[in-house]
């Protein structure tokens, strides 16, 4: 069963803010996020297992809701470097099998 | 610091050939993926392998595909005969334990014609 990511894409300028939201309509045992720029790999940002915990990697911090099963990656105050695809994968148990969301295109300006 | 390699970086072939598409994971790590990426869309998982044996697998991934460990480095894997939709990057990659991160290679660029 595959992530539902919103919005699709979203432009900001350099010092917004920004939430990136992944939901999935079966029990999650982890949320992972990923950003991929233009031609390159996936780069992992963060895991949330299940418990609602919330994790942060520089000024991009997430959550996990897990009554909503639904995760949320914060992008605060954001640089040019963090412009790309933000992927989130959702494993419904520990089953090895990420299922990747649609992405959303983030895009900052100066 | 370790990093997931693959080889080659691009690889170009006729519609019902076969192709071996070369992963070298991160030493240490027990559990291996690949996936796919059809230009500008999502990342397709493909399969997980774990102990010398496929552990998930997709739709996606039909009699037309396997995987191989041959040694104790490499993990391969083979399309038996290419389609034009087989065209896409083909990412390894690879992690140490179940719900952890993955590290991803850089991607092997397969074109069909």
């Known amino acids: 069963q595959q992530p539902v990511q919103s919005p699709q894409a979203v432009i900001l300028r350099e010092g917004e803010d920004a939430v990136i939201n992944c939901s999935s309509s079966?029990?999650?045992?982890?949320v992972h996020w990923y950003r991929q720029k233009h031609g390159e790999a996936p780069v992992f940002l963060m895991i949330l297992l299940k418990g609602g915990e919330q994790k942060g990697h520089e000024k991009i911090s997430a959550s996990f809701n897990e009554k909503k099963q639904q995760s949320s990656l914060y992008l605060t105050a954001s640089q040019l470097s963090y412009s790309g695809t933000y992927f989130c994968?959702?494993?419904?148990?520990?089953?090895?099998?990420?299922?990747f969301g649609a992405g959303t295109t983030v895009t900052v300006r100066a | 610091e370790p990093e997931v390699t693959q080889t080659p970086s691009h690889q170009v072939t006729q519609m019902g050939q076969e192709v071996i598409l070369r992963c070298v994971p991160i030493s240490n790590h027990l559990y291996f993926y690949w996936y796919r990426q059809i230009l500008g869309q999502k990342v397709e998982f493909l399969v997980s392998f774990y102990n010398n044996e496929i552990s998930e697998k997709s739709e996606i991934f039909d009699d037309q595909f396997s995987v191989e460990r041959p040694d104790g480095s490499n993990f391969t894997l083979k399309i038996r005969s290419t389609k034009l939709e087989d065209s896409a990057m083909y990412f390894c990659?690879?992690?140490?334990?179940?719900?952890?991160?993955?590290?991803f290679g850089p991607g092997t660029r397969l074109t069909v014609t």
């Open positions: 994968g959702t494993e419904m148990r520990s089953d090895y099998k990420l299922s």
């Open positions: 990659a690879s992690s140490d334990r179940v719900a952890h991160e993955q590290y």
């Open positions: 079966k029990a999650l045992y982890s």
